[in-house]
């Protein structure tokens, strides 16, 4: 032995803190390994060598062959689309490999045990996640680039009829990116919720099923679109490849939280205890903490619980204020456009048609009943899409209210008709508005709370206090709210809008 | 080197650790044991920063195990219980790796990797895939891992459990050469005579909780008692059981010897010598008989087992 003195050998980079090029720098030394570890497996090999060379070969020859027949009957241009599409499918085949790399590089670690060692090192959460993302991506996406590259150039050489749109290539090149980054970000959220391969490999049908669908209407697309020739790529892809990045970047963020170090061991064998998840959210829909103390009574559960939760939704509820502002403004300017005007003149707004139209035949108590059910509809969609699609959905669904108020108002205030607009949503909408805004940003805080949990919790515990949350919020204030939202609006703001529209005429 | 205070760990609502205290000192040597499922791992585990603990505090090298995880990491060297190789690397490649992790230049990483490796005799397998090891090399690589970066605190869980005994020997040398530079070690581990041979102290962990803490002399005293001493004679002992009763505490006796109990050996034993000269006995032997760890080890897990049954049933 050598040693004199017990004095680390370790030398940090990160000096005062870590900027991405140090982050970058440590995670490349894991890909190094993995990679090379990868190219050393002739299961990866194999496959990638034939889908790089062999496929793209046998992709061009068919794709030629095919539209030479479809020339024959008149369908050159069905024909030649065939050729953007094999593009796709020569690059998509490799990629589906880096949804095995990653499964493999993630649980395969697991299951191995080979990934204490490393979690002992002084590398950082995101070093180790950043490292292993890069290395399940690379050679997948060094196999697809070579078999894109390879089919483009036997294309070019064998002289076919139609050389596609440089702007279309690049879209292809674009879509096999971001669909690699989905793929292996959302094997890791699979890897690391699981303790084997098997596991993994079962759970990664909620992947690889999707991808499946979007490259079925990628190539649906490519096939019917009507911009398929232009020099600027064909629009719907564009916002096909938009949307899969905001999946790729929230279920980044996601494996990001859920790659540490505690989620990573913590996790002993894979078992779904509902029971238990049910009774932690029951005890959080009670609790005054985070801690799950047990409010005292109802009117303890008002007093202190009820408010503890309310006051997690600022950020959430400032979020959604912002969109909504953003989907009315929308709305107003929709308003605006030729062609979307209404023909607002005095026989069309009268007092007949807000009563007819109003209840449509309903009594009040159905009314109240049905413009409850409705609102509470509205926000359980939001909540349950929400849940699902890390908060997304809660703002596609919800503001739709927003962007017809929007174009409502650029209808009625130039037209000389704000009173009526007033009365129509002020009496109810100002308890109405409110619970709708807190009820989105409830159904955002529980849908986006898994992509960065709050500091020293995991994502499963941050996910039950956040169920607890909300129903503590629904329970408490939405719905209790909401009816009487409901009751303003039947009881309130039609007989004020029928004696508007009485003055009006 | 290493001390912690209170460390707490819960998983849920299961309390894996329990208000562990520890200090262990500069060239050290701590042995945990335990039965299985006692806490060890994740003790360990919390003081390698993996785990954050529930509660309390550890400082591991200087380094507090919240606030500096890196730094803790950086200046601990960590056997884990399953040694996790890449079978497809070779056992330089795979020190190489982790020498780069540690961000050690590459002249030194690649010379300490060859003379850790010769030193631990794996000398004729640097360039041949892991894969191919035994049992034993695999471990031996591991416990080289773990020394790669010359971390002034070694960690190690069952650090000679598949080596030959011959393996195990050169480890156990190890060890006690790498504790003169001031090193510290925490050892885990089942084997009881490797735990009296090395560790200058012990820690007896049962349920997450610290039961037992002391040197083996320490935990003898306090556990079994006094020293125990057995007189043969060559003959019958002819009542001299009642003889040493009034100079020293009789625990049994058969025909031919007697086993007494002493808090002061030097200054009895010659008295009770003296009296069998006197009564005209001929010794044969007198010596100490000497616990080993492992009673000292099974009466302190059954007494505290008796404790448990005894809260529960109140």
Redesign the interface.
Known sequence: MTTTEAQSLYSSNRGAGASWQTTLSNALVITRREVQDSFRDWRIIIPIMVLTFFFPFLAQFTAGRISGFLTQYGAEYIGEQFIPFFLMVVGFFPISISLVIALETFVGEKERRSLEPLLSTPLTNTELYVGKTLAAMIPPLTASFGGMTFYLITLYWRGAIWQPPLMLVIQMFILTIVQALVMVAGAVVVSSQTTSARAANLLASFIIVPMTMIVNVESVIIFLAPDGQSQYGIFALWWIALGMVVAAILLLRVGNSIFNREELLGRAIDSLNILGILKKIWRYIHAVDDDGTRAQDPLDWYRRAVPYSLRKMKAPVLVTIAVFIVYFAVGYYIGQLDGYRLPLDSDVITVDNITTGGFGGLSEEQAVFFIFMQNSRVLLLALVFAAISFGVATYIIVPSVFVILGYLASQLIPAGYSTLLVAAVIPHGIVEIPMIILGAAVAFRLGSIVTKPPKGQTVGHAWMIAWGDTIKIAVGVILPMLIIAALLETYVTFPILRSVMQSLN | MIETQNLTKY?DDFRAVDSVTLKVE?GEVLAMLGPNGAGKTTTV?MM?S???PTSGSATI?GYDVIQNP??V????G?L?E?????E??KGLEYLD??G??????KP??QK?AR?LME?FGLGDVLDKRMGEYSKGMKQKL?LV?AM?????VLLLDEPTSAMDPQSAKQVRD?II??RR???TFMITTHNLTEAQLLADRIVIIRHGRIIANGTIDQLSQQIVGEPLMELRVNGEINGLHNDLANMVRVDNHGLNWVQYRTPEPNSTNPQVLKKCVELGIEVVTLSQVTKTLEDIYLQVVEEDEVQERKSKSQ
Do not use: K, S, W
């Not at chain 2, 990491?73 to 601990?76: E, K, L, N, S, T």
């Not at chain 2, 399953?82 to 890449?86: D, T």
């Open positions: 998983f500069p585990r390698t993996i785990l954050p090298a890196e730094m990491r950086a200046h601990v960590v884990t399953q040694h996790g190789l890449y497809r690397m790796f982790f780069q992790i540690y961000r050690i230049d030194t990483r300490r003379q030193r591991a891992r790669l970066h010359n971390p002034p190890a050469e790498l530079d001031e090193r």
